[in-house]
């Protein structure tokens, strides 16, 4: 899942910012932090900091923002 954010009016930025979501169905609520993600087809895992931002009965919902 991810969402668009308004792109900003900042020389020399070469991405447009934006958030990827991820939806966990453990009821155990991770603390904001860097986690390793394994890639498909990638050996290394990739760290991305993560941030809980909401819970509901069927899991807890993460966001990385990558700007």
């Known amino acids: ?3 668009r954010r308004p ?3 900042i020389p020399g930025l070469r991405t447009e910012p934006f958030s990827l979501y991820f939806k966990s169905q453990s009821h155990v ?3 904001q932090k860097m986690y390793p993600f394994k890639i498909e087809g990638n050996n290394k895992p990739l760290n991305i900091f993560i941030v809980p ?3 509901d009965r069927d899991g807890v919902l993460y ?5």
Do not use: D, K, M, T
């Open 29 to 31: 609520l991770l603390p």
């Open 53 to 55: 931002i909401g819970r």
């Open 63 to 67: 966001e990385a923002v990558f700007n």
């Open 7 to 9: 792109p900003r009016a």
């Open 1 to 3: 899942i991810s969402r």
